[in-house]
């Protein structure tokens, strides 16, 4: 089977765990926030998702999801 059609692609990793990975460690955050009665969340981001190239598609696709 080509990589291209395989399951788990380097591509597929990359995407979960950049959009996954914010939304997991957002969510940990908001509950301990909320038993503070306190807190914020910064999201930092990348301008490599507006300027994406074919060599870094996945991860660039990923910064501005």
Not at 19 to 30: E, K, M, P, T
Not at 42 to 57: D, E, F, K, Q, Y
């Amino acid at each position: 089977v080509h990589a291209m059609f395989q399951a788990h692609t380097f591509e597929d990793r990359v995407l979960k765990i950049d959009l996954n990975g914010v939304f997991l460690v957002s969510r940990s955050a908001v509950r301990l926030m909320i038993r503070q009665k306190a807190g914020s969340i910064v999201n930092i981001s990348s301008l490599s998702g507006v300027r994406p190239s074919p060599s870094t598609a996945a991860r660039r696709s990923s910064r501005s999801g």
